[in-house]
């Protein structure tokens, strides 16, 4: 089974085994392209570029489908998070339009990838419902309505839901789709390596030097390129793109159900945070998947009580007969509700990042690699200005940097405190953490299954906010941008590219 960024199982991982490269990586080789990041994004580019001739390489911190990939719902949209009321109000009717375009031919490709390298991986065709259960819902929909018609998208008024919800009015948008994500990006890895292209799993960069080339520092040797692509949700280091994202978790269950009944489409409420129904079909097996329950990363105390109002929820609706899977996911949002695809800010020339997705990751992925492709291609598209990164406007004072953040915060070297009185202090059961201040300190401690106490600094060392505990994925988060650490402090997920610094924790008297 792959492993994913938290302690949960997702349904895309069952019976997945790590994807194992053919192809091994030459330190002397110049690449054209180096894409840093091995989910649906990275995977995708690397792929296209590979296609047009470039040589590259895709370096992953962990394995493939380790991040939101691994974790998504597997939505294949049009109609978007960010509604086209949004959009039209904050960049215009024909940007607007261009939206809808780009995201149209984002399921384009995948479509014809699927149909081109004979993928199996469940795609379907489908419609998205989205339906309001109220007066002012309803008033906000007939605004989604008129808005999506003006932008192009096949929608029309609908009678009924496919599913067993009360609702006042409900629209229906054709043209959209779904698919398990695992398969698609494992089948599409397997064409870019029988294509000449590189995969390098289990490799963390650790520096990106932009000096006579780009030379790509890791722990398993240093790799130099023509050009760079972060297909990480967030680029490491730190860059004007973090003050412009935010980062949030949803919520996901994966369950059978007692009818048999599965339905073929889409469906959405309006409430916010809002949630999202479909099923899949895996192997012959059929599921149903709801998701929702979204809050920013740190701010929910108990994340467990997420994934109880999500089945009060689902068993309210649904005749449930057993629920198999419950995972959760981070994206980031954007400030202005469109992604940020393109060159990195304050870095205009072969560095590009894509990050911003929202809740509309799978779909923007391909947008992001059809539009990556074009600018290392030196072409033109009206795309670039759209999702250009560089419409972030500069904060006063504030400087951006490639090198990444290595001077961390090194308060507790050669200190160490004692593991009785700490534990005392904390009182702990297995399976438990908190950051508690003691002895003038802020510590994060975490007790283990076995009664042992792991305990941390709690600054996060991509910019030294405060981690804090998610005890659904058993992880320590940083609220500000991000960054995820597991229980004893190492890096799952970035900006932060330095793990978190240990804190030794020993007994004065040694028990029996």
């Known amino acids: 089974m792959i492993q994913r960024d938290g302690a949960r199982t997702s349904l895309w991982q069952n019976e997945i085994p790590i994807y194992k490269p ?42 493939l489908c380790f991040g939101t990939t691994g974790g998504t719902t597997a939505h294949l949209n049009t109609l978007l ?6 959009i039209i109000k904050n960049f215009g009717k024909e940007n607007a339009q261009l939206v809808a375009r780009a995201t149209a031919e984002a399921i384009d490709l995948i479509r014809s990838n699927i ?39 096949d929608v029309s008024y609908s009678l009924s839901v496919p599913v067993n919800i009360e609702f006042e009015k409900a629209i229906e948008v054709r043209g959209q789709a779904k ?35 780009i030379t790509v520092e890791t722990e398993n040797g240093n790799f130099r390129a023509a050009n760079l692509v972060y297909a990480t949700h967030t680029p490491p280091g730190v860059n004007l793109v973090h003050l412009r994202v935010e980062p949030w978790r949803s919520y996901a269950i994966a369950f059978t ?14 409430y916010d945070p809002y949630h999202y129904i479909r099923s ?36 309210k609706y649904f005749n449930v007969d057993k629920i198999l899977y419950r995972w959760s996911s981070q994206y980031f949002e954007p400030a202005d509700g469109l992604p940020y695809i393109g060159h990195l800010p304050g870095h205009p020339g072969n560095i590009f990042v894509a990050s911003g997705y929202g809740g509309n990751g799978m779909t923007y992925s391909s947008v992001a690699a059809l539009l990556l492709r074009r600018m290392v291609l030196k072409g033109e598209s009206p795309y670039v200005e759209l999702f250009d990164p560089n419409r972030i406007k500069p904060v006063a004072g504030f400087t951006t940097f490639l090198k990444h953040n290595v001077d961390v915060l090194r308060k507790f070297i050669g200190t160490w405190f ?48 405060s981690v804090v505990w998610n005890n659904v994925e058993q992880t320590w988060d940083c609220p500000c941008h991000g960054s995820r650490f597991s229980c004893d402090g190492k890096v799952l997920t970035g900006p932060a590219d330095h793990d978190l610094e240990k804190i030794e924790v020993k007994s004065l008297v040694e028990h029996d």
């Not at 091994?24 to 110049?30: F, L, N, R, V, Y």
């Not at 159900?257 to 309006?270: C, E």
């Not at 149903?288 to 467990?304: A, C, F, L």
């Open 22 to 63: 053919v192809n091994d990586p030459d330190i002397e080789t110049i690449f054209d392209v180096a894409i840093i990041g091995g989910g649906i994004t990275g995977i995708s580019t690397a792929l296209l570029l590979q296609k047009a001739g470039k040589k590259c390489i895709v370096i992953e911190a962990n394995n």
């Open 81 to 86: 998070d960010t509604p086209y009321t949004t």
């Open 115 to 153: 149909t081109e390298y004979n993928i199996d991986c469940g795609f379907e065709e489908a419609s998205a419902y989205l339906f309001s259960q109220d007066k002012d819902q309803s008033e906000e929909l007939d605004e989604i309505y008129e808005a999506c018609r003006e932008v192009g998208l």
């Open 179 to 213: 698919f398990h994500p695992v398969k698609y990006v494992y089948a599409l890895a397997k064409v870019f390596e029988d294509a000449g292209g590189v995969i390098l799993q289990h490799t963390r960069v650790s520096g990106i030097e932009d000096a006579d080339g």
């Open 257 to 270: 159900i007692k009818a048999k009944q599965y339905l073929p489409d889409l469906v959405y409420d309006m």
């Open 280 to 315: 899949q079909n895996i192997d012959g097996e059929e599921y149903m998947i709801v998701g929702g329950e979204d809050h920013k990363t740190g701010e929910e105390v108990n994340s467990e009580s997420s994934f109880l109002r999500l089945e009060s929820y689902i068993r």
């Open 418 to 465: 004692d593991k009785d009185k700490l534990e005392e202090f904390a009182d702990l059961a297995p399976g438990e953490a908190r950051v508690v201040k003691y002895e003038g300190e802020k510590i994060a401690l975490y007790k283990d299954e076995h009664g042992e106490l792991h305990a941390i600094n709690p600054l996060c060392t991509h910019m030294k906010c």
